[in-house]
Nanobody, 127 residues
Framework: QVQLVESGGGSVQAGGSLRLSCTAS????????MGWFRQAPGKEREGVAT????????LYADSVKGRFTISQDKADNTIYLQMTSLKPDDTAMYYC????????????????????WGQGTQVTVSS
């Protein structure tokens, strides 16, 4: 059974930084994708960043490019999201996601591509 467990959320002032972690159990993704989505109150869920297990290629939403960095530690089956220059608009519940773990050559930011979701970790940015 695949489990994704997030940690690292919290409250920070605008301009600050946070690092989210997500550890996967019961899962491998040699040719698959893991990533992060977020959902703010009253807004649709959106893809933030993904990383390809095969070669570490990253994909970012335009809204976070240059401020967020996704990385992976394959040995620990963990991905990270380093968030810098945080803005109040980044306030949301952040979810770790994973696809089936194989059969892909690249990653995307569409919800339907991801089979597994974590419980979420809250990030709140105050102005």
């Amino acid at each position: 059974q695949v489990q994704l467990v997030e940690s690292g959320g919290g409250s920070v002032q605008a301009g600050g930084s946070l690092r989210l972690s997500c550890t996967a159990s019961g899962y491998t993704y040699t040719h698959g994708c893991m990533g992060w989505f977020r959902q703010a109150p009253g807004k649709e869920r959106e893809g933030v960043a993904t990383i390809y297990g095969g070669d570490g290629r990253q994909l970012y939403a335009d809204s976070v490019k240059g401020r967020f960095t996704i990385s992976q530690d394959k040995a620990d089956n963990t991905i990270y999201l380093q968030m810098t220059s945080l803005k109040p608009d980044d306030t949301a519940m952040y979810y770790c996601v994973a696809d089936r773990g194989y059969g892909r050559s690249s990653c995307g930011l569409r919800e339907y591509a991801y089979n597994y979701w974590g419980q979420g970790t809250q990030v709140t940015v105050s102005s």
